[in-house]
C-alpha cells in the first residue's frame, strides 16, 4: 500500500537549469510534506516542508509546491548544482508520528 | 552538538537469529523513530519512542520491537530473522513527538540476512 509515490527513479539535469522532482500521494488526510535528501552512506538529510494550508515554500534554491486537489507536490531547485546530485525523498504525515515515504528519485547534476 | 549516531554500521545473521541494533540520539532530542530501508524503496516506519514508551508502530510484526532508555537513546530489536528483513535500519530523533518537528537521521545499519 503505497500512499507516497515518486514515480520517476532518477533525472539528469544540466548545471544551471532547474530541477523538478515530483511526488503523488493518495491519502487526503496527509497534511504535512517533507522533502528529504540522502546520500550515499549517509541518513536522509531535511531539505523543506509544507503545511497543507499553503501551496508554496521557499527556501533559498528550494522550492515546494502543494496541490491539494491533484494530490501532488513538486521539489524545484534553482539553479541546480553538481552538489544537488543525490536521492530525494518525498515524505508525508497526517498530524501524528508516522511519515509515509517515497520510494526516491535520483538527481544527477550535470557539469 | 553530536549528531545521531548508530550501531553497528554492517550485520551480517543468518535466517532465524536474534538482532539488536542501537541508535543515540541527538544531544536535547527525547524521540526516537525507527525505519526500515530495502534495497530501491522508501524508508518504512517501524515505531517511535518517546519519553521510554512506544508511541506509534507502523505495520511490523510484533518479532520488530524496541527500548529507548532514561538518556532517550535506543534500541530496535528483531527476533526469528527472516530474508526479508535484510535492510537499511534508520534511526531518526527529533526534539518531541510531532511530526513537525525536524527528525534528524543517522547513518543506519545495513543488516543483511543469510
Known sequence: DQQVKQNSPSLSVQEGRISILNCDYTNSMF???????????????????????????????????????AKHLSLHIVPSQPGDSAVYFCAASRTGNQFYFGTGTSLTVIP | ET?????????????????????????????????????GQGPQFIF????????????????????????????????????????LYLCASSSDRSSYNEQFFGPGTRLTVL
Do not use: M
Open chain 1, 31 to 69: 497534511d504535512y510534506f517533507l522533502w528529504y535528501k540522502k546520500y550515499p552512506a549517509e541518513g536522509p538529510t531535511f531539505l523543506i516542508s509544507i503545511s497543507s494550508i499553503k501551496d508554496k515554500n521557499e527556501d533559498g534554491r528550494f522550492t515546494v509546491f502543494l496541490n491539494k486537489s
Open chain 2, 3 to 39: 549528531g545521531v549516531t548508530q550501531s553497528p554500521t554492517h550485520l551480517i545473521k543468518t535466517r532465524g537469529q536474534q538482532v539488536t541494533l542501537r541508535c543515540s540520539s541527538q544531544s536535547g532530542h527525547n524521540t526516537v523513530s525507527w525505519y526500515q530501508q530495502a534495497l
Open chain 2, 48 to 87: 517511535q519512542y518517546y519519553r521510554e514508551e512506544e508511541n506509534g508502530r507502523g505495520n511490523f510484526p510484533p518479532r520488530f520491537s524496541g527500548l529507548q532508555f532514561p538518556n532517550y537513546s535506543s534500541e530496535l530489536n528483531v527476533n526469528a530473522l527472516e530474508l526479508d528483513d535484510s535492510a
